[in-house]
């Protein structure tokens, strides 16, 4: 099945032929389903703190801070904006010229309202020799968003979404990029240090680099930090081999094999190169302007300050367990912390001999953390939190996709459809153990919770292979916690005309 110029091409991306054997068996025989005990709520796996409680961890975080650990904000960026614009190419394709479904006719009657407006107009009176207003009074709509999307204008539709513009200001436009730096200011800076990682595509790795060169220094004068900002790259080596209809692998029309990305879940890597204590972790698109940023920096060290007062804990248990003088009453006390804290129980715990318990304890305390925030369910699309029965027969916390749960169990599909709670990918992790070391991550992902999608490539269908996702996945065996945060700190963009909500304005 693999050509000996197959075996080459392989070798070259840095992945072995066993690999890709695997893949496309895991594409053949798929990923079984998750077994689900419940949805997540509040007093069932999600912490909802009242305000004493949170000015508590609060507290903590400033405290932990100032102990000078090292703090990093990362961002995954590498999407590019063309899923934003899709309503907007299919306009310029469209057989007729003027805006006729209601996004179109959104888009149009609130053009001003976008903060790369007057970018528009500048690249529309250059190019068409008119103005935005004067092509929209001449019915040339179609040349407005060509301007906008193309790259003799704008070339929105090529740029990454990190590097849009997004929010008014009265010094001017900002790019998500520039509210991270912001945000990593506001609740990511110990000691005047602010420390911030992009990973992003290949082919805007320049183009972000110099746009930070061009802003950082604004927002360091501003803010009175010192940013350290890094960059990284989807490894060629996580890619998965695509295969067609009938699991055989798929092939370019020069006859190369077909490798595409493998899904968020391959920055597990990158993440894992990242040597900090705590690590914030939040999608490019889910920013606000300043004046809506109260809420987001709040809860941000909320989750903070809870995941390292539990940490604390942990990290106190596993020193007494180490020293081996211990009696039961404190063995009993390390369970209801696992079980009621970290929610991750066991039915036969009591049947376990002691020696035994030491080790499971040790194994399920000594293990990353996360505190992930969790939004109210307003029936946005995507994952939500689930109590889950792992392999070895444990049940904890963790982020589902609908992809892993059995649509044909009305059960499972009830608890889906009805869980009060939604995942806006808003995490506070650490990374390194009670002795100070950095945990393996890529130790702790669990390969059957990759998924197959079907996808097609010059007009043929394929079978594509996804990785299991950062923050499902790819973070199954870390200890998790849910903490309900408000709403409006979930304002992703999805298309460009949710840059006209009221967030966004």
């Known amino acids: 099945m693999l050509s000996d110029q197959d075996l080459k091409q392989i070798q070259a991306r840095g992945i072995s032929k066993q690999q890709v054997e695997h893949q496309l068996e895991q594409i053949k025989s798929g990923f079984p389903f998750l077994k689900l005990e419940a949805a997540a709520a509040i007093g069932k796996g999600i912490m909802s703190p009242d305000d004493e409680e949170r000015e508590h961890y609060i507290d903590n975080w400033n405290e932990y801070k100032a102990q000078g650990h090292k703090i990093v904000k990362f961002v995954p960026a590498s999407g590019a904006a063309s899923r934003m614009f899709k309503n907007m190419f299919a306009f310029l394709?469209?057989?007729?010229?003027?805006?006729?479904?209601?996004?179109?006719?959104?888009?149009?009657?609130?053009?001003?309202?976008?903060?790369?407006?007057?970018?528009?107009?500048?690249?529309?009176k250059k190019n068409e020799g008119k103005s935005v207003c004067q092509l929209i009074e001449d019915g040339n709509y179609k040349a407005v968003v060509a301007n906008m999307l193309e790259e003799k204008g704008?070339?929105?539709?090529?740029?990454?979404?990190g590097l849009l513009l997004f929010h008014d200001y009265e010094d001017g436009p900002r790019t998500p990029m520039e509210e991270h730096l912001v945000e990593a200011a506001l609740y990511a800076n110990s000691n005047g240090e602010a420390n911030v990682h992009f990973t992003v595509s290949h082919d805007h790795l320049e183009l972000f680099k110099q746009k930070v060169a061009e802003k950082a220094d604004k927002y360091a004068k501003a803010y009175e930090v010192h940013y350290n900002i890094a960059f990284s790259e989807q490894k060629p080596s996580t890619d998965t081999i695509a295969a067609n209809p009938d699991n055989t692998p798929f092939r370019n029309e020069d006859g190369t094999l077909l490798f595409r990305p493998g899904g968020h879940g391959a920055l597990i890597e990158n993440l894992n190169e990242i040597d900090a204590d705590v690590i914030f972790i939040k999608n490019i698109d889910n920013v606000v302007p300043d004046r809506l940023k109260g809420d987001t920096v709040l809860y941000k060290n909320i989750l903070a300050g809870i995941l390292v007062s539990l940490q604390k804990q942990a990290f106190e248990y596993l020193e007494l367990l180490d020293t081996g003088e211990y009696n039961h009453a404190q063995l009993e006390e390390i369970i209801h912390f696992l079980q009621r804290d970290l929610c991750c129980r066991k039915d036969d715990i009591k049947e376990l001999e002691d020696a035994d318990l030491v080790s499971y304890l040790r194994q399920k305390l000594n293990r990353p953390m996360r505190a992930c925030g969790v939004v109210r369910n307003e029936g946005e699309a995507g994952g939500g939190p689930f109590i889950v029965y792992n392999q070895d027969g444990?049940?904890?916390?963790?982020?589902?996709?609908?992809?892993?749960?059995?649509?044909?169990?009305?059960?499972?599909?009830?608890?889906?459809?009805?869980?009060?709670?939604?995942?806006?990918?808003?995490?506070?992790?650490?990374?390194?153990?009670?002795?100070?070391?950095?945990?393996?991550?890529?130790?702790?992902?669990?390969?059957?919770?990759?998924?197959?999608?079907?996808?097609?490539?010059?007009?043929?269908?394929?079978?594509?292979?996804?990785?299991?996702?950062?923050w499902n996945g790819a973070m199954s065996d870390w200890n998790t916690v849910f903490v309900e945060v408000p709403l409006d700190t979930f304002n992703p963009v999805k298309i460009v005309n949710d840059l006209l909500r009221p967030q966004h304005q």
């Open 93 to 124: 394709d469209a057989s007729y010229d003027k805006p006729t479904t209601d996004i179109e006719k959104q888009f149009f009657d609130n053009i001003k309202k976008f903060a790369f407006r007057k970018a528009l107009c500048e690249q529309c």
């Open 154 to 161: 704008l070339n929105y539709g090529q740029l990454p979404k």
């Open 394 to 470: 444990t049940k904890s916390l963790q982020i589902l996709e609908s992809s892993q749960i059995d649509k044909s169990n009305a059960e499972y599909m009830e608890m889906f459809t009805h869980g009060t709670h939604f995942n806006p990918v808003d995490l506070v992790c650490a990374t390194k153990n009670y002795k100070g070391e950095k945990f393996d991550l890529p130790k702790y992902v669990d390969p059957l919770t990759g998924f197959i999608s079907n996808k097609s490539k010059n007009g043929k269908d394929l079978k594509a292979l996804e990785l299991p996702g950062l």
